[in-house]
Nanobody, 130 residues
């Protein structure tokens, strides 16, 4: 059974950093893209970053480019999102999600479109405040 579990959220001051983890189980991540999305109160869900697991291709939203870094640890089947220079605008519940690419598309660029992702974690709260 495919399962994603996020962790690492919390309260941080502006300018601070956090590392979110997305632990995957029940599937071979090589055939999937993993995305990070966030949703703030009263706002639509936003794609933050994604990673094509087979080759490490990544993509970032303009709002986080240069501040966030996505990576994968193959041994632990975990995808990380390192977030630096956090601002109050980054406050949201952060979700990781998986898109099955299959054998034929396992090397293609991931996309930040939530409709493509069909397995989601429960989310972790990130609050940036002084």
């Amino acid at each position: 059974q495919l399962q994603l579990v996020e962790s690492g959220g919390g309260l941080v001051q502006p300018g601070g950093s956090l590392r979110l983890s997305c632990a995957a189980s029940g599937f071979n991540m090589d055939y999937y893209a993993i995305g990070w999305f966030r949703q703030a109160p009263g706002k639509e869900r936003e794609g933050v970053s994604c990673l094509t697991s087979s080759n490490g291709l990544s993509q970032y939203a303009n709002s986080v480019q240069g501040r966030f870094t996505i990576s994968r640890d193959k041994a632990s089947n975990t995808v990380y999102l390192v977030m630096n220079s956090l601002t109050p605008a980054d406050t949201a519940v952060y979700y990781c999600a998986a898109e099955g690419l299959g054998l034929q598309q396992m090397f293609r660029q991931c996309v930040l479109e939530s409709e493509q992702y069909w397995s989601w974690g429960q989310g972790t709260q990130v609050t940036v405040s002084s």
